[in-house]
């Protein structure tokens, strides 16, 4: 599975502890922003990077951090192929994904601690999407709104 991430002031010490967490999983995550704190980034620049990969499917899976992730989340969401959430809580991240797919989550870094951010990002990327018909038939219409609003 390829995982990318990125930050941006708001999340960059949380940032750096995910990767450290994603690694001691045993999966491989590419930081796609800055590796150096700069208090005058800004969110919109920093969440496109992720953003931008997960649409063009140059990854699986993309966690974005900004102070509260809301603005993380609209970001991701103006990206074609792009199904982003913030998840401050664990059942969130895996049924965001178990339900409805997702494959972007939304993290603030001015909201939530270390361990149960870690414990989130653990059940994202382990979490997989069911393949029953009603989610199937969910995600087939989000697919259609899509198409209607972002092309």
């Known amino acids: 599975m390829k995982i990318c ?3 941006d002031h708001g999340g960059f010490e949380l940032k750096k502890i995910l990767i450290k967490h994603i690694n001691s999983l045993g999966f491989e995550i590419k930081d796609l ?3 150096a704190y700069d208090p005058n ?4 620049d920093t969440s496109r990077l992720v953003a931008d990969a997960i649409s063009k499917k140059s990854y699986d899976k993309g966690i974005i951090l900004c102070g509260s992730g809301v603005g993380a989340s609209v970001v991701a969401n103006k ?9 401050h809580d664990t059942y ?6 178990e339900h409805d797919d ?3 989550v939304c993290l603030g870094g001015r909201i939530i601690g270390d361990a149960l951010a870690k414990e ?4 994202f990327i382990n979490a ?7 989610f199937i038939r969910r995600k087939e219409k989000l697919n259609q709104i899509e198409k209607e609003n972002l092309s």
Do not use: L
Not at 92 to 97: L, N, T
């Open 41 to 44: 980034d800004d969110y919109p």
């Open 102 to 104: 997702m494959n972007v």
């Open 79 to 87: 990206y074609k192929n792009v199904r982003a959430a913030i998840c």
């Open 5 to 7: 991430i990125s930050s």
């Open 120 to 123: 989130i990002i653990s059940e």
């Open 33 to 35: 922003n800055d590796t």
């Open 128 to 134: 997989k999407f069911v393949d029953e018909e009603r």
């Open 92 to 97: 969130s991240a895996s049924q965001g994904v």
